[in-house]
């Protein structure tokens, strides 16, 4: 059999740890049988973020600045105990936080819906996508503590030296206060993200934040978004048969719970933090969650949601068997080769990705799954795989 040819490379961020196992195993057995594989490779895994001062990681966003297209593996984000595990320099940054700031995306999480694994909400019957945005808001905050009676003020100095003042709150005892903020051309980028990417994947958008009670702050983030849909998306979400509608964040949940699904949900960034942990859960589980980071100006980096797998890592170390779902990553990978096919035209391309994501799918209704799923499945008997079987089942299927 003649191999697919890719024309222009993907960009291939490794990571660490199990999931840094299973990326092997997915080249080896899935793809590189059936692809004349081009990527350009950086290693992300700590130790050569640690050789190269990060500066692999912002190499490799600057990459998908290029190609468009990247693919990642989880990584560590290095925290005191992993600054002595592996002896490093300095604690660098979470990767996903830089190559979100050189890229000023949206992340965009969806569930893996396959049957024999079934959500929570029972009417569910289609992927709920939650668009997180991910910049500002309590994440870049700043919080006093008040020691007793006294004003606090908001107080803006314009460049000029001009002041503008409004009264938070007149404490006659102790408390506390919170200063937050976003800016429009983050919003104006969240907005322009949803909107292509409800395009892309032709699905409906919803957004929803407290305008009714937060009339500046939260009112601002309704008006960006329905100024850009009025000026440049409301003629293609027409012709794409799609719509966009904001509502108030508590009429959002209620509707999502008796929705079928099949939408995608724009979320501020701490109800994006939050509700994307309640849908990924009541979905099954986060090994069975796709996430994307896409920009305004068009690039697409893949991943998984779920971490490096660390107590799986450990026992593999120790030769001990392993059963860690590769799912998340392999449609990683599908992800950003349909992507590249799309942007290149190359149709064998994004026809393999369909036939991969439904070998891998067809496995799992088959009764053959890993640990994770084996424990959750509501088919009988299932037959439980290690971590490299897994993957054996889905290439026999391919
Ligand atoms: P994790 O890797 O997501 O794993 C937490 C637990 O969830 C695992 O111990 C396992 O449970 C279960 N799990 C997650 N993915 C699974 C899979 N594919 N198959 C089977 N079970 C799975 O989170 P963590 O252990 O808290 O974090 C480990 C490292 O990942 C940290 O260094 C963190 O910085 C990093 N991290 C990276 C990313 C990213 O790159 N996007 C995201 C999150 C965390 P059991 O142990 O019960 O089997
Ligand atoms: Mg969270």
Not at 16 to 36: A, C, G, H, S
Not at 281 to 305: K, Q
């Amino acid at each position: 059999m003649e191999k697919i040819k890719m024309t222009t490379p993907l960009v291939e961020m490794d990571g660490d740890e199990m999931t840094r196992i299973l990326w092997k195993m997915i080249k080896e057995d899935l793809l590189e049988p059936y692809i004349d594989l081009k990527t350009e490779y950086y290693d992300l895994g700590l130790e050569h973020r640690n050789e190269t001062n990060d500066q692999v990681t912002i190499d490799s966003a600057l990459a998908t600045k290029k190609y468009k297209v990247a693919v990642k593996c989880a990584t560590i984000t290095p925290n005191a105990a992993r600054m002595e595990e592996y002896d490093l320099k300095e604690m660098w940054k979470s990767p996903n936080g830089t190559i979100r700031a050189i890229l000023d995306g949206t992340v965009f999480r969806a569930p893996i819906v396959v049957k024999g694994i079934e959500p929570c909400v029972k009417n569910w019957k289609k992927p709920i996508t939650i668009a997180r945005h991910a910049y500002g808001d309590v994440y870049k905050g700043s919080e006093m503590k008040i020691p007793g009676a006294g004003k606090v003020e908001l107080v803006y100095t314009a460049e000029d030296g001009s002041e503008t003042r409004e009264l938070v709150h007149e404490f006659d005892g102790p408390g506390i206060v919170q200063g937050m903020h976003n800016i429009n051309k983050s919003i104006e980028s969240f907005a322009r993200s949803c909107f292509n990417y409800a395009l892309d994947t032709k699905q409906d958008l919803w957004f929803a934040t407290k305008d009714t009670i937060s009339k500046k702050y939260d009112h601002t983030f309704k008006d960006i978004f329905q100024e850009i849909f009025d000026a440049e998306y409301a003629e293609k979400f027409k012709e794409a048969g799609i719509v966009y509608f904001y509502t108030l964040i508590d009429d959002a949940v209620a509707r999502v719970m008796k929705s079928e699904g099949g939408y995608i949900w724009a979320c501020k960034n701490y109800d994006g933090d939050v509700m994307s942990d309640m849908v990924s859960s009541a979905f099954g589980s986060l090994a069975m969650m796709t996430s994307v980071l896409v920009s305004p100006d068009g690039n697409y980096e893949y991943e998984a949601a779920h971490g490096t797998v660390q107590r799986h890592y450990y026992k593999h170390l120790k030769g001990e068997e392993t059963s860690t779902n590769s799912v998340a990553t392999i449609f990683a990978w599908t992800g950003a080769l349909r992507k590249r096919g799309e942007l290149d035209g190359n149709k064998e391309l994004m026809e393999f990705a369909d036939r991969l994501e439904k070998a891998t799918i067809d496995t799992i209704e088959a009764g053959e799954m890993t640990k994770d799923l084996a424990l959750i499945t509501t088919i009988e008997n299932p037959t439980v795989l290690n971590s490299e079987g897994f993957i054996k089942a889905i290439a026999k299927r391919l």
